[in-house]
T-cell receptor, first 116, second 114 residues
Framework: AQKVTQAQTEISVVEKEDVTLDCVYE???????LFWYKQPPSGELVFLIR??????QNEISGRYSWNFQKSTSSFNFTITASQVVDSAVYFC?????????????FGKGTKLTVNP | EPEVTQTPSHQVTQMGQEVILRCVPI?????FYWYRQILGQKVEFLVS????????KSEIFDDQFSVERPDGSNFTLKIRSTKLEDSAMYFC????????????FGSGTRLTVV
């Protein structure tokens, strides 16, 4: 079975600090996709990134960066120079299309609070 | 940018009543989904729908739940007899391709059962 673990339940930082959100996943499949979603206080789910299992290159998008390491089954998310608007719950998720499964398996989320 | 639209944004219903949550997926998408998030908890898969039938469902999706695409644009989730534990945020999503999780989520309907 697939599982996504976000061990950090809540993180609080001061603006401009860097923060890393951890994500560890479990799957026996060789083909899978990993995601990060942001859920601001307004409640919607905002897509941040999708990464397939064959692409271990790190990715940077502005202040956001992602570190995918298959050796440790981790897909960590770093926010550089955090801002108050980054305050949200962040979810890591996994999908494995083999066998036709379509469901996203989410972690429990990490609530990030960025204080001014 | 295309959006998935969900209505209503918030619905309050009495226990035992039927509710229908509505979604308008992105027009050229073929795969449709419902997810649920109980307050403060993780997002959970309920059901996927393709070609006018359910393609996958979770153990949460019991006989009290049903989905329908009544008119080619709307995608609905019906809960026949609501329970207190059905109180949650319900997210609709749609995708152009299957199995890659390239979903677009709607902004959710918060269902409160009293």
């Amino acid at each position: 079975a697939q599982k996504v673990t976000q061990a950090q339940t809540e993180i609080s930082v001061v603006e401009k600090e860097d923060v890393t959100l951890d994500c560890v996943y479990e799957t026996r499949d060789t083909t899978y996709y990993l995601f990060w979603y942001k859920q601001p206080p307004s409640g919607e789910l905002v897509f941040l990134i999708r990464r397939n299992s064959f692409d271990e290159q790190n990715e940077i998008s502005g202040r956001y960066s992602w570190n995918f390491q298959k050796s440790t089954s981790s897909f960590n998310f770093t926010i550089t120079a955090s801002q108050v608007v980054d305050s949200a719950v962040y979810f890591c998720a996994l999908i494995r299309p083999q066998g036709g499964s379509e469901k996203l398996v989410f972690g429990k989320g990490t609530k990030l609070t960025v204080n001014p | 940018e295309p959006e998935v639209t969900q209505t209503p944004s918030h619905q309050v219903t009495q226990m035992g009543q039927e509710v229908i949550l509505r979604c308008v997926p992105i027009s050229n998408h073929l795969y449709f989904y419902w997810y649920r998030q109980i307050l403060g908890q993780k997002v959970e898969f309920l059901v996927s729908f393709y070609n006018n039938e359910i393609s996958e469902k979770s153990e949460i999706f019991d006989d009290q739940f049903s989905v329908e695409r009544p008119d080619g644009s709307n995608f609905t989730l019906k809960i026949r007899s609501t329970k207190l534990e059905d109180s949650a945020m319900y997210f609709c999503a749609s995708a152009a391709l299957q199995g890659m999780g390239g979903y677009t989520f709607g902004s959710g309907t918060r269902l409160t059962v009293v």
